[in-house]
């Protein structure tokens, strides 16, 4: 029997967000979401080595794509906002902004530990929560 670890459960996580793309018929990003948690799990398999291998290249160009998508969500609130201000926007777009700025220093922190121990995956996992959570405001704010 196969057992999740806690980085393949934490960026499980993301299944709600891509429900709610899915919801919203957000074709492209539900695609780009599903494809990065089927490849966040292999990457994240129990037995991988200190290496960086075809999964991992295919797990940041997916990332890329992630963060570039969440680029142009945040432009369309921010043009929404500009032409009919609403106060919610505002404050949601505020809160995607701060989970993302703690996903990206939680992923400097991750840095600064040895590859798996008990340091790097607390902050690895507060990295996966933050981008979810973060992407899940931006989606909510459609």
């Keep these: 029997m196969y057992y999740f670890n806690i980085l393949q459960l934490s960026i499980s996580l993301l ?10 018929d957000k074709t492209v990003y539900c695609i780009i979401l599903s494809t990065n948690l089927f490849i966040s799990l292999l990457v994240h398999r129990p037995n991988k080595e200190d290496t960086i291998d075809i999964y991992d290249k295919i797990d940041w ?25 609403s106060l919610i926007k505002v ?12 996903c990206h220093l939680f992923d400097i922190k991750r840095q600064k530990y040895k590859y798996r121990t008990s340091e790097w995956l607390i902050n690895h996992i507060g990295m996966h929560l933050s981008g979810i959570l973060g992407t ?6 459609n």
């Design 15 to 24: 299944i709600p967000t891509i429900f709610l793309c899915y919801k919203q």
């Design 61 to 85: 160009g997916l990332i890329i794509l992630w963060v570039l998508i969440n680029i142009y969500e945040t432009l369309k609130i921010i043009l929404n906002i500009f032409f009919s201000f």
């Design 91 to 102: 404050v949601g777009l505020l809160i995607a902004f701060i989970f993302a700025y703690f």
């Design 136 to 141: 899940f405001f931006l989606l909510l704010l």
